[in-house]
Nanobody, 117 residues
Framework: VQLQASGGGLMQAGGSLRLSCTAP????????AAWYREAPGKPRELVAS???????NYADSAKGRFAISRDNAKNTVHLQMNSLRPEDTAVYYC????????????WGRGTLVTVSS
């Protein structure tokens, strides 16, 4: 299973982007979904996550600016990013995790977000 992330691009500081992650082949709503990012020279870090029940968690850098949501009818998870900053520049990856007695983890290929000052 390969998750498919999209929506990245070039944006000026202060702008907004919405990332989308689709999950062909799995029932995405059964999984906790998360967005991670990896900036050049830095380790991959968690940006936001959402459980199958809709509970959310955000990195301090994302609180108040980013919002993660799920559209179960479309088997999709979104990351709405507002008030973008140059330090948000990174490759963004989506991840799906399910633990029903056995941990199952899927990653998508990243989508590049570049924020210019």
């Amino acid at each position: 299973v390969q998750l498919q992330a999209s929506g990245g691009g070039l944006m000026q500081a202060g702008g907004s982007l919405r990332l989308s992650c689709t999950a062909p082949g799995i029932i995405f709503s059964d999984y906790t979904a998360a967005w991670y990012r990896e900036a050049p020279g830095k380790p991959r870090e968690l940006v936001a996550s959402i459980t199958s029940g809709g509970g959310t968690n955000y990195a301090d850098s994302a609180k108040g600016r980013f919002a993660i949501s799920r559209d179960n009818a479309k088997n999709t998870v979104h990351l709405q990013m507002n008030s973008l900053r140059p330090e948000d520049t990174a490759v963004y990856y989506c991840k799906a995790v399910r633990n029903w007695g056995r941990m199952v983890v899927y990653w998508g290929r990243g989508t590049l977000v570049t924020v210019s000052s």
